[in-house]
């Protein structure tokens, strides 16, 4: 009985400081058949995904390499550009996958490069592995778990963003969007920066995005690696300057930024230019609401999926609408609204303010 | 019993919830005398802040308005530039603070502004008791609560950035460093850009710095406010173009950014403006260890404050300068981390490593 009480304490105790915590996600695991081990992942929902009161809407997916380092910055991104009534991306299910491996799974081929006589890279050459339990495994489960809508990205950097780009190449049905921030494209001899060269003059794409940042890091005379220079060329290049058999490409340099702060202002740049056209002339749409919808089919004609407009935004541009007392574009705003999440409480709520109209 | 039992499941499925959710932070709450309420606060610690092995180290504070909104954009930029060896800010305490009533809370005066015959602002006016309750009774429990170094910084947006500008006229002393996002300065007949015009001219300040964003937006012909243009007017007019009277000013334009979207780049670029300097040459460190002490003694010098390296850094440059074969600069490096942090068993153990040399 004793025992009862202090683990009942103790659980409240620990109830107490998680009712307190501050919580931007979930971790979970699945074991790898491909890669023969325990694999984390980790997982940030959006903000109304298990809110009774709306819609239940699905969602791309972002899986996002080296999962820990990056996640916060994935999604303060996600949240910035998913608030209010000016979205800059849509709502997306965020899935962080930490490294047990990085080099083994980021690395495309089995590195040669000898420092002081050892095997610099001894374990590489397992991307393809990495693939695989990547795109079958854990898509399966995010798939099977979540409220996925089929659209999905891969954000990598350095390492992570050779696999993003090899994955492209080899792989282009796996994903819709890739984002590569600042490359190792001089890996093995530029093995990866080769085969792009070929494939990207003759391989048909179903309308996929790259985007690549690039930081400002100085390569030195002796390095004959030359990160920099490497994806230097590459962007200016390799890279088709102009959508070509289905490919759209974008890059950007960061004057100030180094190899590790490029992170945040690339993957920010990228979910706007991955989704360009999103963001809606709000002040315009209560007085022509059929814009939401004109604007999201010219969207999903350019990325090639359907895309709906997030249930919270478009609630949020009716509010807006009725707070400048325009109750029959507000009606016409909540309809569409409801339209698209039939079963939402949230949407009927918000069109019952514009009863009598 | 049962009941027992099931208290006992439930608490579990929790714990094992609690387990496995990705926290940033913690959500505490304190009762204003002054307000006359209930205030919650969000609080974001450095990484190793309860690390046994690590040294017991003082950190800046960073009073971040609209906390709960801006809470994950901040850690995200913090977590971002106080990674490796790089650091563009040190190491803070993120202190967030959710509205109960805003416009209450930010404004300075109170407007008698009306709109179709019903006033706009009734409840506006209350920023000195705001002031008081920030710098008083939150920074009191603040600084009883955490080992904060002293150095303490404001980070607001749009009535926020109103509010800031309006501490930094009348309670300078009351932070360091003062980030202003896109700031409501059309207020009340433009009452604290005019106050500004005139303190800035005269008042002496004790080493304090002013980042002010400027976001995108179009003021409409009609909008007699014209928040955009009173914002542009105030950065080119009535900021010191150069340090004056002890008052470092610095304003930045984003021509891709609107009100909303303006918080994540401004906060990033605020942070590296208030602490340039802040980044080491890293390279050169090995061979020469007293470029850290040196860069910190001109920052500190700058900032009117003393700062010393975070010890994460420092450890990492040493790990640094081991890979590269230099032991001799690695010692020193431990050395100088362990004279920073004497109670840090990290830090003896970096140090062990170059035992022998």
């Known amino acids: 009985m004793k025992s009862f009480l202090s683990l009942i304490l103790l659980s409240f105790s620990m109830l107490v400081s998680a009712q307190e915590s501050i919580s931007i996600g979930n971790k979970y695991s699945i074991y790898s058949e491909v890669l023969g081990e325990n694999r984390p992942y980790w997982v940030c929902l959006p903000a109304m995904y298990n809110n009774p009161d709306y819609g239940k809407a699905?969602?791309?997916?972002?899986?996002?390499?080296?999962?820990?380092?990056?996640?916060?910055?994935?999604?303060?991104?996600?949240?910035?550009?998913?608030?209010?009534?000016?979205?800059?991306?849509?709502?997306?299910?965020i899935v962080g996958i930490?490294?047990?491996?990085?080099?083994?799974?980021?690395?495309?081929?089995?590195?040669?490069?000898?420092?002081?006589?050892?095997?610099?890279?001894?374990?590489?050459?397992?991307?393809?592995?990495?693939?695989?339990?990547?795109?079958?495994?854990?898509?399966?489960?995010?798939d099977s778990t979540f409220r996925t809508s089929g659209y999905n990205l891969l954000v990598g950097h350095s390492f992570g963003a050779l696999f993003a780009i090899n994955t492209l190449l080899h792989h282009s049905e796996a994903f819709h969007a890739y984002v590569a921030l600042d490359p190792s494209l001089w890996w093995d001899n530029r093995k990866v920066y080769s085969e792009a060269e070929k494939?990207?003059?003759?391989?048909?794409?179903?309308?996929?995005?790259?985007?690549?940042?690039?930081?400002?890091?100085?390569?030195?005379?002796?390095?004959?690696?030359?990160?920099?220079?490497?994806?230097?060329?590459?962007?200016?290049?390799?890279?088709?300057?102009s959508p070509r058999n289905g490919l759209t490409t974008a890059w950007k340099y960061y004057e100030a930024e180094d190899h590790g702060t490029v992170i945040l202002p690339g993957v920010y740049d990228a979910m706007r230019t991955v989704f360009e056209g999103i963001e809606l002339p709000v002040k315009q749409i209560p007085k022509n609401p059929g814009?939401?919808?004109?604007?999201?089919?010219?969207?999903?004609?350019?990325?090639?999926?359907?895309?709906?407009?997030?249930?919270?935004?478009?609630?949020?541009?009716?509010?807006?609408?009725?707070?400048?007392?325009?109750?029959?574009?507000?009606k016409a705003i909540f309809e569409y609204n409801l339209k698209n999440y039939p079963e939402s409480k949230n949407a009927l709520k918000s069109l019952s303010l514009t009863e009598g109209y």
């Open 199 to 241: 494939i990207w003059k003759t391989k048909q794409f179903q309308k996929r995005n790259l985007f690549v940042a690039m930081a400002k890091n100085e390569d030195r005379p002796d390095d004959t690696q030359k990160h920099s220079a490497t994806i230097h060329q590459f962007c200016t290049e390799v890279l088709p300057s």
């Open 98 to 142: 930490p490294n047990t491996d990085r080099t083994r799974d980021m690395t495309p081929s089995k590195s040669e490069l000898i420092r002081d006589g050892k095997p610099l890279f001894s374990n590489s050459g397992g991307a393809e592995n990495f693939t695989n339990f990547l795109t079958k495994e854990l898509r399966n489960r995010i």
């Open 58 to 93: 699905s969602y791309p997916v972002i899986y996002l390499l080296d999962g820990d380092t990056n996640f916060t910055t994935m999604v303060a991104i996600q949240d910035r550009f998913t608030k209010g009534m000016y979205c800059n991306m849509p709502e997306c299910i």
């Open 291 to 330: 814009l939401i919808k004109e604007h999201y089919r010219k969207l999903s004609e350019r990325l090639g999926f359907h895309f709906i407009p997030s249930e919270t935004m478009v609630d949020n541009i009716g509010k807006y609408a009725l707070s400048i007392e325009n109750k029959k574009g507000a």
